[in-house]
């Protein structure tokens, strides 16, 4: 810990290093990974206005805590009085809070051990005088402490939320005692409450740490609060501490929590029949039963007779639980699971930078979810909305626009809305921000929220990449309407570049980068002419876009530069392309479908039997390819049969060396709109999706259906392997890309 004396020479922030300070404290407020640091006296003195008497927020025996204000939020400064303790006890406080890491335990930031001279007079003379200053940074929690809360009215707080602040204090008191951390001083002025009103334990200034073994110590005496002392503290002159002292302390407040007094001896009957008069059902009486139970053993007299340990409290809990389905109030993030709530998007002159935001449906209905900015201008492509299949974890991916500059600071709070979704019609689905809305407008009040916030940051943070998330049903959203549009149209990927291009309906081509999440360059392939099908041929470091008007752009995406141009036919609307993975040959789908040699100045060598004006057409390794129908059916019936007179759902697969295909593939209930070959333990096989919201895995050799992939809540698009990462990609018309893993396949 830092610490200096009048007779070394002393060390004084600069301006600039009190920012540069400033700035470190402000990033370990928003990433949770960074350790606490040392700070300086004169940075907390700068934050909080010269320790003003306006920003106080609370005041006690030995210390005033102090709001203090950085340019990113709102952190606690802890001013320890003179008088409060030697430094040997203020290193063993800080030791337990370095220790203390979760989600019941108030954050801890950093910390200030530093003497300060100070001018006084004395007998006429002026004197410096030394002052020992010790400070401690925390999180701040808007929502104060639950002494404010905890009133003779149970109105105050309805039961499902006090049984959430109760959950909370025993997971944080059992996360400290499996650290070895008695607190010794647990009383509702010490545990805080955050916006979701989630309990956070706080103040550690009379704990102890014991060693790894140790399970209780010897004293003289024990500093504590009256009425949530134990009484074994007052009965001897030898007081032996163990993890007992904080059950006693645990059980009172629980007994504040269910009766609204202190100190109220009362039964368990008692308690069920003062709550019975309240808005509560029976599954909720089962719980009050519970932990009525659990308080009254926790203050029994007889530290003996207390339950075993806080684990043990965790598991009544856990039980009660399960046998009621209770739901506990947590915010949002109890419909949707979030691993983070600071999204973080190191910062890049003009170029779009990507951030992904797990969300998490744990439940057998789908989950409906709006993502807004509360400021009117933001520096990230929102609003963003869309439904969360049941038992599915959904990556949304949230982009920023372009920026030459970047301010120190750049901060977004963000809203995530969340709401059970009654739709039952899939049409809805993929149809842009009037699903979300009219179910947020039908759904009012009950639909849930939680705050997040989106930052620039100076120092680059990890994000999890496109190569690691290879588990089945990973989802990932790209953040504009445009980009849902092009899903159904063009998209591909270098597998040597590890990139993936996709192609605009303004006649844009974009490069994104997988690895980075970032966007890599642009090119514009046609002024006026919409792009629907495009395609790598990475041996020669081209690209080739096809488009609405039948024409084919060639160019090499290292140069940017236009290689040719050509035609596939007149009125020739091309659906897809395909490129041979040895040879130097182009399939393209139109009316027709073509063979092109570019070796040969891209002659035409061959037209396909299929006339349909609607196809796509992939290449396998070896020299055959495959073909599927995107026009609909037109069904004919009659008294005793019916008959498909144009249009089917089978795919077609053909040879090079025959102008008609050799056999078809039929499995799917709907059109056939993507394929993709891979090549699997030296198997081929054959990937398809299709409107009827599946993807199928044919086995090339038995022409029979491996896998049926069914994650998908709309039509699926898209659909591309990736051998390096032995991972599929899937692309649906709800504007997602799924990832799914082959690793595990046999």
């Given at each position: 810990?830092?610490?200096?004396?009048?007779?070394?020479?002393?060390?004084?922030?600069?301006?600039?290093?009190?920012?540069?300070?400033?700035?470190?404290?402000?990033?370990?407020?928003?990433?949770?990974?960074?350790?606490?640091?040392?700070?300086?006296?004169?940075?907390?003195?700068?934050?909080?206005?010269?320790?003003?008497?306006?920003?106080?927020?609370?005041?006690?025996?030995?210390?005033?805590?102090?709001?203090?204000?950085l340019d990113n939020g709102v952190v606690a400064v802890k001013r320890l009085s003179n008088m409060y303790m030697h430094e040997d006890k203020f290193k063993?406080?800080?030791?337990?809070?370095?220790?203390?890491?979760?989600?019941?335990?108030?954050?801890?930031?950093?910390?200030?051990?530093?003497?300060?001279?100070?001018?006084?007079?004395?007998?006429?003379?002026?004197?410096?005088?030394?002052?020992?200053?010790?400070?401690?940074?925390?999180?701040?929690?808007?929502?104060?402490?639950?002494?404010?809360?905890?009133?003779?009215?149970?109105?105050?707080?309805?039961?499902?939320?006090?049984?959430?602040?109760?959950?909370?204090?025993?997971?944080?008191?059992?996360?400290?005692?499996?650290?070895?951390?008695?607190?010794?001083?647990?009383?509702?002025?010490?545990?805080?409450?955050?916006?979701?009103?989630?309990?956070?334990?706080?103040?550690?200034?009379?704990?102890?740490?014991?060693?790894?073994?140790?399970?209780?110590?010897?004293?003289?005496?024990?500093?504590?609060?009256?009425?949530?002392?134990?009484?074994?503290?007052?009965?001897?002159?030898?007081?032996?501490?163990?993890?007992?002292?904080?059950?006693?302390?645990?059980?009172?407040?629980?007994?504040?929590?269910?009766?609204?007094?202190?100190?109220?001896?009362?039964?368990?009957?008692?308690?069920?029949?003062?709550?019975?008069?309240?808005?509560?059902?029976?599954?909720?009486?089962?719980?009050?039963?519970?932990?009525?139970?659990?308080?009254?053993?926790?203050?029994?007299?007889?530290?003996?007779?207390?339950?075993?340990?806080?684990?043990?409290?965790?598991?009544?809990?856990?039980?009660?639980?399960?046998?009621?389905?209770?739901?506990?109030?947590?915010?949002?993030?109890?419909?949707?699971?979030?691993?983070?709530?600071?999204?973080?998007?190191?910062?890049?002159?003009?170029?779009?930078?990507?951030?992904?935001?797990?969300?998490?449906?744990?439940?057998?209905?789908?989950?409906?979810?709006?993502?807004?900015?509360?400021?009117?201008?933001?520096?990230?492509?929102?609003?963003?909305?869309?439904?969360?299949?049941?038992?599915?974890?959904?990556?949304?991916?949230?982009?920023?626009?372009?920026?030459?500059?970047?301010?120190?600071?750049?901060?977004?709070?963000?809203?995530?809305?969340?709401?059970?979704?009654?739709?039952?019609?899939?049409?809805?689905?993929?149809?842009?921000?009037?699903?979300?809305?009219?179910?947020?407008?039908?759904?009012?009040?009950?639909?849930?929220?939680?705050?997040?916030?989106?930052?620039?940051?100076?120092?680059?943070?990890?994000?999890?990449?496109?190569?690691?998330?290879?588990?089945?049903?990973?989802?990932?959203?790209?953040?504009?309407?445009?980009?849902?549009?092009?899903?159904?149209?063009?998209?591909?990927?270098?597998?040597?570049?590890?990139?993936?291009?996709?192609?605009?309906?303004?006649?844009?081509?974009?490069?994104?980068?997988?690895?980075?999440?970032?966007?890599?360059?642009?090119?514009?392939?046609?002024?006026?002419?919409?792009?629907?099908?495009?395609?790598?041929?990475?041996?020669?470091?081209?690209?080739?876009?096809?488009?609405?008007?039948?024409?084919?752009?060639?160019?090499?995406?290292?140069?940017?530069?236009?290689?040719?141009?050509?035609?596939?036919?007149?009125?020739?609307?091309?659906?897809?392309?395909?490129?041979?993975?040895?040879?130097?040959?182009?399939?393209?789908?139109?009316?027709?479908?073509?063979?092109?040699?570019?070796?040969?100045g891209w002659e035409c060598i061959r037209t396909f039997e299929y006339e349909d004006y609607k196809k796509i057409v992939g290449f396998s390794p070896n020299?055959?390819?495959?073909?599927?129908?995107?026009?609909?059916?037109?069904?004919?019936?009659?008294?005793?049969?019916?008959?498909?007179?144009?249009?089917?759902?089978?795919?077609?697969?053909?040879?090079?060396?025959?102008?008609?295909?050799?056999?078809?593939?039929?499995?799917?209930?709907?059109?056939?709109?993507?394929?993709?070959?891979?090549?699997?333990?030296?198997?081929?096989?054959?990937?398809?999706?299709?409107?009827?919201?599946?993807?199928?895995?044919?086995?090339?050799?038995?022409?029979?259906?491996?896998?049926?992939?069914?994650?998908?809540?709309?039509?699926?698009?898209?659909?591309?392997?990736?051998?390096?990462?032995?991972?599929?990609?899937?692309?649906?018309?709800?504007?997602?890309?799924?990832?799914?893993?082959?690793?595990?396949?046999?």
């Amino acid at each position: 810990m830092d610490s200096h004396h009048l007779d070394e020479p002393r060390v004084t922030d600069s301006g600039a290093q009190i920012m540069d300070r400033q700035i470190e404290l402000e990033d370990i407020l928003l990433h949770e990974d960074l350790e606490p640091m040392a700070l300086s006296y004169q940075l907390l003195n700068k934050i909080t206005d010269d320790f003003s008497d306006k920003l106080e927020i609370g005041r006690g025996g030995f210390a005033v805590v102090y709001k203090a204000i950085l340019d990113n939020g709102v952190v606690a400064v802890k001013r320890l009085s003179n008088m409060y303790m030697h430094e040997d006890k203020f290193k063993r406080e800080v030791e337990c809070l370095m220790n203390a890491k979760h989600k019941n335990i108030v954050r801890f930031l950093g910390y200030c051990s530093d003497t300060q001279g100070n001018m006084g007079s004395y007998n006429g003379k002026w004197i410096m005088a030394e002052v020992q200053e010790r400070l401690l940074c925390f999180e701040y929690l808007s929502k104060g402490s639950l002494e404010g809360y905890i009133k003779d009215s149970l109105g105050e707080i309805e039961w499902r939320k006090r049984y959430h602040i109760i959950k909370g204090i025993c997971e944080g008191l059992n996360y400290l005692h499996q650290k070895n951390i008695m607190h010794l001083d647990l009383k509702p002025e010490n545990i805080l409450l955050d916006e979701d009103m989630t309990a956070k334990i706080t103040d550690f200034g009379l704990s102890r740490c014991f060693d790894k073994d140790q399970t209780r110590v010897m004293t003289n005496s024990v500093a504590g609060t009256m009425g949530y002392l134990a009484p074994e503290c007052y009965r001897s002159e030898k007081i032996t501490i163990t993890h007992k002292l904080d059950l006693y302390s645990l059980g009172i407040i629980i007994m504040e929590m269910l009766t609204g007094k202190k100190g109220y001896q009362i039964t368990v009957e008692n308690v069920l029949e003062i709550w019975s008069k309240s808005m509560v059902d029976e599954l909720q009486l089962e719980q009050i039963r519970v932990c009525a139970t659990i308080g009254i053993e926790c203050i029994d007299l007889d530290p003996a007779k207390r339950p075993a340990s806080m684990s043990h409290i965790i598991d009544r809990l856990t039980e009660i639980e399960c046998s009621t389905h209770a739901i506990s109030i947590g915010g949002t993030s109890e419909l949707l699971l979030l691993q983070q709530v600071t999204l973080c998007f190191p910062f890049q002159p003009n170029k779009v930078i990507m951030c992904p935001l797990e969300l998490t449906n744990n439940i057998d209905k789908r989950i409906a979810f709006r993502l807004t900015d509360k400021s009117t201008e933001s520096f990230i492509n929102l609003p963003l909305h869309g439904l969360v299949p049941p038992n599915t974890t959904y990556t949304l991916v949230l982009t920023t626009k372009e920026k030459k500059d970047r301010p120190r600071k750049y901060i977004a709070d963000l809203i995530l809305q969340s709401v059970i979704s009654s739709l039952c019609d899939d049409s809805y689905i993929g149809n842009g921000e009037s699903l979300p809305n009219s179910i947020f407008h039908e759904t009012g009040n009950a639909a849930q929220m939680v705050k997040l916030k989106a930052l620039y940051t100076q120092r680059q943070h990890n994000t999890t990449s496109l190569s690691n998330a290879i588990m089945p049903t990973i989802k990932i959203i790209f953040s504009t309407e445009k980009n849902r549009e092009l899903l159904r149209h063009s998209l591909d990927i270098n597998h040597a570049k590890k990139w993936i291009t996709m192609g605009y309906q303004d006649g844009i081509v974009v490069f994104w980068d997988y690895e980075t999440q970032s966007k890599v360059d642009w090119l514009k392939v046609s002024a006026d002419d919409e792009i629907v099908c495009i395609k790598f041929i990475a041996r020669k470091q081209w690209i080739v876009a096809g488009t609405l008007n039948g024409n084919i752009h060639v160019y090499n995406y290292e140069e940017m530069k236009r290689i040719t141009s050509f035609t596939a036919g007149t009125y020739e609307s091309l659906q897809s392309l395909a490129v041979h993975p040895t040879r130097p040959y182009l399939l393209s789908a139109g009316i027709y479908i073509k063979l092109w040699n570019w070796d040969h100045g891209w002659e035409c060598i061959r037209t396909f039997e299929y006339e349909d004006y609607k196809k796509i057409v992939g290449f396998s390794p070896n020299d055959t390819f495959a073909s599927t129908s995107m026009v609909h059916p037109i069904v004919e019936c009659t008294k005793f049969e019916s008959y498909v007179i144009e249009g089917d759902y089978t795919v077609k697969v053909w040879s090079l060396d025959s102008p008609k295909y050799e056999y078809a593939l039929d499995g799917h209930s709907n059109r056939v709109v993507c394929l993709d070959f891979l090549t699997y333990h030296g198997h081929d096989f054959l990937v398809t999706g299709s409107d009827d919201k599946t993807a199928k895995i044919w086995y090339l050799e038995t022409k029979e259906c491996a896998y049926t992939l069914e994650a998908f809540v709309s039509p699926v698009t898209s659909v591309l392997y990736q051998p390096d990462l032995q991972t599929l990609f899937t692309g649906s018309n709800d504007g997602a890309i799924y990832l799914w893993s082959t690793a595990n396949c046999r």
